[in-house]
């Protein structure tokens, strides 16, 4: 054994594979309990109770526990210590993987390398010579590789845009991205067979589509909510300041709407929007913040008043959504159409509400 290894870790392995199945027979079962995840997350990063980044690592109290936990574990900061890359939750994982409905002999993209957690589990399945993934940052493709290596696998891994896939080994019969996106890149689209099953994060969401012709493909929600460290890409940043100088107008719907029923609405009907709130001392919510990527800002109090700056008035779509959810909506009940003109989502029966994503992810 060529890695840190023990018994324990080997029965963590087995005892989480049983948990994400459940009881269940599960096809991925034998790869959680094959891969390694403390290979690929031989540290991370926890948050203490005043918000300072503390590591963990093979060999400290707990932290065989934890890496076999149905957790998602921060794996990487920048310099002022923000997470840019993770190891996704286990049981998200698992969703996603079976949702890619794969066969013996697919051949798949992954748009996202991270860690490399999840090209293994996928090389364990199918074979490394059948898996593609591509990730944006050197840095992280160097080290998934090494750690592929010293599990045995090696399967295609290059630095670059996921979003513009990797041509030279496509077409793919399946494609899963672990990054958040706006849209199914045109360019990674381009690259799928007919009948390929797409897997990825939009917005609050995972959608699972299926390739119907060239250009064109359709598909749901899945019922698990989730939220992936968003695609790199430059986006304006909020603009607080300017928005709390407008003067201020009513509002019905209650901030906290956006950070519970309203959430993955407005991911789809604002997508790449970021939101923060502000609370008292004791911890009541006294008002939310909105911005969308062009730097449109939206201040929403408690009391009832927004202020707005901005081209896009952003708590005005936060206003229509209202009118269209009383509760949280289910996931399933949103449909992904795309043809070579755009993609749009829609809401319940034909006819019902629909919005327009982005052209570019």
């Known amino acids: 054994m060529n890695w840190p290894d023990n018994g324990a870790s080997a029965a963590a392995r087995q005892q989480l594979a049983a948990a994400l199945a459940a009881g269940r027979v599960s096809e991925w079962s034998d790869a959680f309990a094959t891969v390694p995840r403390h290979v690929f997350v031989p540290r991370f990063y926890r948050q203490d109770a005043e918000g300072a980044w503390q590591t963990m690592a093979w060999g400290e109290p707990g932290y065989l526990e934890t890496v076999y936990s149905d957790a998602a574990l921060t794996t990487q900061l920048d310099d002022h210590g923000v997470p840019t890359s993770s190891s996704s939750q286990p049981s998200l994982m698992l969703s996603m993987l079976e949702a890619l409905d794969i066969d013996e002999g697919h051949r798949v993209f992954e748009l996202g390398t991270g860690t490399g957690y999840n090209l293994a589990l996928l090389s364990h399945r199918l074979g490394d ?28 891994v290059a630095v670059g845009d996921g979003a513009k896939g990797y041509p030279s080994r496509a077409p793919y019969d399946r494609i899963i991205a672990t ?6 890149p045109q360019l990674l689209l381009a690259q799928a067979s007919v009948g390929a099953v797409i897997v990825l994060p939009l917005g609050y969401g995972i959608v699972r589509a299926t390739v119907t012709s060239p250009g064109h ?14 695609r790199r890409t430059i986006g304006a940043k909020p603009q607080f300041e300017a928005a709390g100088q407008q003067s201020p107008t009513d509002s019905s719907v209650p901030p906290a709407d956006l ?9 789809v009907a604002l ?24 730097g449109s800002t939206a201040i929403a109090h408690v009391s009832g008043t927004v202020r707005q700056y901005g081209p896009q008035r952003p708590w005005d779509t936060v206003e229509d959504l209202a009118k269209v959810f009383n509760s949280e909506p289910d996931r399933a009940d949103f449909l992904l159409t795309v043809t070579p003109t755009g993609q749009t989502v829609s809401y319940g029966d034909r006819g019902g509400p629909s919005w327009s994503l982005p052209a570019t992810p």
């Open 179 to 184: 990054v958040g996106l706006h849209m199914i």
């Open 217 to 230: 493909a359709t598909g749901r929600f899945l019922v698990t909510p989730a939220h992936f460290m968003a």
């Open 259 to 267: 950070l519970g029923r309203l959430k993955f609405p407005a991911s």
């Open 271 to 294: 997508p790449g929007y970021g939101s923060c709130s502000w609370r008292d001392g004791d911890g009541q919510l006294e008002a939310v913040g909105l911005w969308t990527p062009d």
């Open 129 to 156: 010579t059948n898996v593609t993934s591509v990730d944006v940052d050197p840095g992280l493709i160097e080290t998934a590789a090494r750690h592929l290596q010293t599990v045995g696998f090696t399967p295609t």
